[in-house]
């Protein structure tokens, strides 16, 4: 995984060409993370890509994940096993790949972030 992790304005993100950047973020729903090519979320062991906040809660719930308190501009889950708690926008257009990482941390080889040509939806 090429790439560079850069701290700017109290956010962690991957940025694949740190040359080119501008810093202004130009992520597509789904984060491309600046590099140009869209990424998204899939659960690993369906090959499911997670293209709603419904999948991804289904998703979450399965491994004992519930939701977490009511924030007007966040959904938040929390698993009472553990201090992690995963926060993502209520909008799902600013789900971005910083969001899709932070996933794949907190959830060990359930989830993986693959490029969007290469993670086929399945229906």
Same mark, same amino acid.
């Given at each position: ?31 491309? %993370? %600046? ?7 899939? *659960?690993?062991?369906? %090959?499911?890509?997670? @293209? ?10 399965? +491994? ?5 308190? @009511?924030?007007?501009? +966040? +959904? ?7 201090? *992690? ?11 971005? +790949? ?26």
């Amino acid at each position: 995984m090429a790439g560079v992790w850069v701290f700017k304005d109290g956010m962690v993100r991957r940025v694949e060409n740190p040359g080119s950047d501008d810093g202004g973020g130009s992520s597509s729903a789904a984060g491309d %993370g %600046g590099g140009g090519r869209r990424k998204v979320l899939v *659960h690993v062991r369906s %090959g499911e890509v997670v @293209t709603s906040y419904e999948v991804l809660e289904r998703r979450l719930r399965e +491994l004992g994940w519930e939701r977490y308190l @009511t924030d007007p501009c +966040l +959904l938040q889950f929390h698993q009472r096993s553990t201090v *992690h708690l995963i926060s993502v926008p209520r909008d799902f257009s600013k789900f971005k +790949l910083v969001h899709m990482y932070d996933i794949v941390v907190k959830t060990r080889n359930v989830f993986e972030v693959r490029d969007a040509a290469a993670a086929a939806p399945t229906t």
